[in-house]
């Protein structure tokens, strides 16, 4: 049983362009959740959803930043016009429905601003 | 919304000594616990977590204790060895109507020396 995978692992792009970043939950998996981990700091909450529906998104930033979950393939989280500031790592984590333990993160995508 | 805080930054002991790692969070409805472990450049792992309804859990040299009345959580790691070197963080999470958004503290660094 595979796990939580996200690619690309690393990600750079230049001041402007898009970056989207992939999610595949473990089977059996409908709740996906992302976070951001800036460098030498924690884990911030971003956005929480399940299949076609956005649970919790109180922690995405209010511009360029959108995140979605369809009904077919891997969640996407995808950054438009990137800055330096949006260098960071991205994880994602996922969960069946109703879970109230803890998860497991995918490796992350360690996104370079250039 | 919740608040994490946790101390220290940076811990160093040496190999055999223990470790103790301190959180207090903010939000008396939250209800469950996890840490987590960090290498570098890799991801969050889930090393224990413990509900509020236990005050006290053990995994071989890794313990969590919970005090609910004054909101705050402590890791214990005892007989520390080099490969306990990483960085540790705390988590919160309140009941919500379903998942799990976890709120983590900064992170402790940990260094076990020779």
């Known amino acids: 049983n595979a796990g939580v995978m996200q690619n690309p692992r690393h990600l750079v792009r230049r001041r402007g362009q898009e970056a989207r970043l992939r999610c595949s939950p473990m089977k059996g998996h409908s709740h996906v959740y992302w976070y951001r981990q800036l460098p030498e700091e924690g884990l911030k909450f971003m956005v929480y959803l399940q299949k076609e529906n956005i649970i919790d998104e109180s922690g995405m930033p209010k511009e360029r930043f959108s995140a979605e979950f369809p009904k077919e393939g891997p969640s996407i989280l995808r950054i438009q016009q990137v800055v330096r500031g949006d260098s960071a790592a991205y994880f994602c984590a996922s969960s069946p429905p109703g879970w109230v333990y803890g998860y497991t993160f995918g490796s992350g995508t360690r996104l370079t601003v250039v | 919304g919740e608040n994490v805080e946790q101390h220290p930054s940076t811990l160093s002991v040496q190999e055999g000594d223990s470790a103790v790692i301190k959180c207090t969070y903010s939000?008396?409805?939250?209800?469950?616990f996890p840490w987590y472990k960090q290498e570098l450049g890799k991801r969050p792992q889930l090393i224990i977590d413990?509900?509020?309804?236990?005050g006290e859990k053990k995994d071989q040299r890794i313990a969590v204790t919970l005090n609910k009345t004054a909101k705050h959580f402590s890791l214990h790691i005892t007989e520390t060895q080099p490969e306990d070197s990483a960085v540790y963080f705390c988590?919160?999470?309140?009941?919500?109507?379903?998942?799990?958004?976890?709120?983590f503290g900064t992170g402790t660094q940990l260094k076990v020396e020779l």
């Open positions: 939000d008396s409805a939250s209800n469950y």
């Open positions: 988590a919160a999470t309140p009941p919500t109507g379903g998942g799990n958004k976890l709120t």
């Open positions: 413990i509900r509020s309804n236990v």
